[in-house]
Each structure stands twice: as structure tokens, then as C-alpha cells.
């Protein structure tokens, strides 16, 4: 059984910043790309970004590239999100998602998703 838990989302002002968190924890034997993903009510799940196993690679939806920041820290089983500059239309609920093997394939694991709402 895999888990991942994120960090807590919140209410953040225009123009401020937020950090999220999620971590797996379970039987992992190797977890592969790591990204975050958002949704808003009536829309379909979107790609935020994405990091390769390496951290040699990353990937930004052009909304968010240059204000938000992956990273991932492998003995933790952990990635973060950095956002800043922070705009109203990032409100969504994230979702963090991992690639992990538990023996010779790697399946897509979410988590449960945190609520964030940037509005002054």
C-alpha cells in the first residue's frame, strides 16, 4: 500500500507565496517523475509541473513557469511546489502525483489534494 500525503493549502493574498508539500510513504522501491497538478470546478485536471527522478528535468505549464518552482527531495520521498507571485487564478484544489514501483513496474499515485485560494 502506497500513501501520499500533501501539505496544507490556504488563503494567500495576490502577489504572496505558498509552499506545498507531499510525501509517499508505503512499500516503495523507487519512485520515478513527480509532479502537481490543479483542478477547478467544471474543468478538467490541468499540469502545473513536473520533475524527472534525477531532477535533470523539469516541466512548467506556461501559466505558472517562472513564478512556481518544483523540487523533489528523493531520500524523503518528497516533492515540493514553490509558488509565488501568486495570482487569483491559481485558486484550485493541487493534487501531487508520483510514479512508484513497488516491485518492476511504476503505476501513478495521487494525492488527496489541498485547497488553495489566492483572493485579498
Known amino acids: 500500500q502506497v500513501h501520499l500525503v500533501e501539505s496544507r493549502g490556504g488563503l494567500v493574498q495576490p502577489g504572496g507565496s505558498l509552499k506545498l508539500s507531499c510525501t509517499a510513504s508505503?512499500?516503495?522501491?523507487?519512485?520515478?517523475?513527480m509532479g502537481w497538478y490543479r483542478q477547478t470546478p467544471g474543468h478538467a485536471r490541468e499540469l502545473v509541473a513536473t520533475i524527472t527522478l534525477s531532477s535533470s528535468t523539469t516541466n512548467y505549464a506556461n501559466a505558472v513557469n517562472g513564478r512556481f518552482t518544483i523540487s523533489r527531495d528523493n531520500a524523503k520521498n518528497t516533492v515540493y511546489l514553490q509558488m509565488d507571485s501568486l495570482k487569483p487564478e491559481d485558486t484550485a484544489v493541487y493534487y501531487c502525483?508520483?510514479?512508484?514501483?513497488?516491485?518492476?513496474?511504476?503505476?501513478?499515485?495521487w494525492g488527496q489534494g489541498t485547497q488553495v485560494t489566492i483572493s485579498s
Open positions: 502525483n508520483m510514479y512508484i514501483s513497488q516491485s518492476a513496474h511504476y503505476k501513478p499515485y
Open positions: 508505503g512499500s516503495i522501491v523507487s519512485i520515478g517523475t
